[in-house]
Every structure is written in C-alpha cells, then in structure tokens.
Nanobody
Framework: EIQLVESGGGLVQVGGSLRLSCQAS????????VGWFRQAPGKEREGVSC????????YYGDSVKGRFAISVDNAKNTVTLEMNNLEPEDTAVYYC??????????????????????????WGQGTQVTVTA
C-alpha cells in the first residue's frame, strides 16, 4: 500500500521560504512521478511540481516556476519541495502525490490528471501553507 506523509507546512510572510517534505512508503520511485499539488478554498486543484528519477525530468506549474524547486531522494524515498519568494497566492493545502508514469505520460499530463482524475494516483493528508502579507 502506497503511503505518503507530508511535513513542513506553516505560516510565513510574503517573500519568505518554506520546505515541504514527503516520506513515501509502499513503492519504489522507479516508475512513478512523485510531486505536489495544492488546493486553496474555492479553487481548483493545481499541479505544482513533480519529478521522475527514471528520466531525471521535472515539471513546474507556471505560477511557481523560478521560485519552487523539487528534489527526489531515491535512497530515502523522500520528495522535497523548496518554496522561495512565497506569495499570498501560494496559500493552500499542499499534498504529496504519486502517479505511475503511464498515468501522467512521463509528466506532461500531470497538471490535467491532478485537475480531473487524481483518484488514479495516491496522495497524503496534506499540509497547510499560509502566506501572510
């Protein structure tokens, strides 16, 4: 059984930084895309970032490019999201997620799968990130 446990959320001021971590178990990263999506009240789910160690590729949503960085540690089965220059619009619950690469087309379908069919993957309980002005 796939399990994903997030940590590292919290309250931060505009322009600040946070690091989210996800401990995965029950599978190996070899054929999976692992990453993060977020959901704010009243808003659609948004694929933030994901990566695969199979090809070394990564994906970032347009709203976080240049500010967020994802890293995957195969040995420790962890996924980390470094979030810098945070904005109030980044306020949301952040979920660690894992999808088989066949589901996300090597990563290109990650954002659409998050919006329309997240049940095809696995995700954790979520961690709140709040950015204050």
């Amino acid at each position: 059984e796939i399990q994903l446990v997030e940590s590292g959320g919290g309250l931060v001021q505009v322009g600040g930084s946070l690091r989210l971590s996800c401990q995965a178990s029950g599978f190996t990263f070899d054929n999976y895309a692992v990453g993060w999506f977020r959901q704010a009240p009243g808003k659609e789910r948004e694929g933030v970032s994901c990566a695969t160690s199979k090809t070394g590729r990564s994906y970032y949503g347009d709203s976080v490019k240049g500010r967020f960085a994802i890293s995957v540690d195969n040995a420790k089965n962890t996924v980390t999201l470094e979030m810098n220059n945070l904005e109030p619009e980044d306020t949301a619950v952040y979920y660690c997620a894992a999808f088989h690469l066949n589901i996300v087309g090597g990563l290109t379908r990650f954002p659409s799968v998050i919006r329309r069919a997240p049940a095809f993957g696995s995700w954790g309980q979520g961690t709140q990130v709040t950015v204050t002005a």
